[in-house]
């Protein structure tokens, strides 16, 4: 079945450093890929999202590209800053048909100032 | 648009107690999901619904939860009899008819469920 692989947390950086997520996914056909954002309290919420091989989806300094033959949508931001805290979730939705989305389990960024 | 709205915020209650979980969906969507987060299973999908109609239920843990949407601005998620176990974070998410290939889910702010 489909599935969705994230790099563990906690990521703790300090203010301006570069980011990286790593994210993998298996899955049929040719999926959707996105990434949510989770604050502290709050529900998910899009933060970019790719809909086919090649694409890049990019927000608020974040970007990451849809690349099929790596099988991998990693994410990216240049400068992070404190009010990038929060967890990141990976995700994949409309493989094979399918409308049921598959989550990744979630990677928690801590940036210090 | 309000976004997805749930009710209640914070719930407490003991063991044994039923327990109802309210969402309303972003007009307009077709489809409505309701997750449970922890964080020993991370975020979980229990059932989702298109066009009110229930799709797959498969990831409800048991027969003590149920799920119904009478309409398409309406959803409850229901736990009778409430356990220990159910403590999490419940999330409602709605999603507009897509092209097919899963589209984006907007999620409300979920319900902290506290069972004791």
């Known amino acids: 079945g489909d599935s969705v692989t994230q790099m563990e947390g906690p990521v703790t950086l300090s203010e301006e450093a570069f980011l990286t997520i790593n994210c993998t996914y298996t899955a049929t056909g040719y999926p959707s890929l996105f990434w949510y954002v989770q604050y502290p309290g709050e529900g998910l919420q899009l933060l970019l999202k790719?809909?086919?091989?090649?694409d890049k989806g990019s927000n608020k300094g974040f970007e990451a590209t849809y690349r099929k033959e790596t099988t991998s949508f990693h994410l990216e931001k240049g400068s992070v800053q404190v009010s990038d805290s929060a967890v990141y979730f990976c995700a994949l939705g409309g493989s094979g048909g399918s409308y049921i989305p598959t989550f990744g389990r979630g990677t928690s960024l801590i940036v210090h100032p | 648009d309000a976004g997805v709205i749930q009710s209640p915020r914070h719930e407490v209650t003991e063991m044994g107690q039923e327990v109802t979980l309210r969402c309303k969906p972003i007009?307009?969507?077709?489809?409505l999901f309701w997750y449970r987060q922890t964080m020993m299973r991370g975020l979980e999908l229990l059932i989702y619904?298109?066009?009110?109609?229930?799709?797959?239920d498969s990831g409800m843990p048991e027969d003590r939860f149920s799920a119904k949407m009478p309409n398409a601005s309406f959803s409850t998620l229901k736990i009778q009899p409430s356990e220990p176990r159910d403590s999490a974070v419940y999330f409602c998410?709605?999603?507009?008819f897509g092209e097919g290939r899963g589209d984006t889910q907007y999620f409300g702010p979920g319900t902290r469920l506290t069972v004791l």
């Open positions: 790719a809909t086919k091989a090649d």
């Open positions: 007009s307009g969507h077709d489809y």
């Open positions: 619904f298109n066009n009110n109609v229930p799709i797959d």
């Open positions: 998410a709605s999603s507009p």
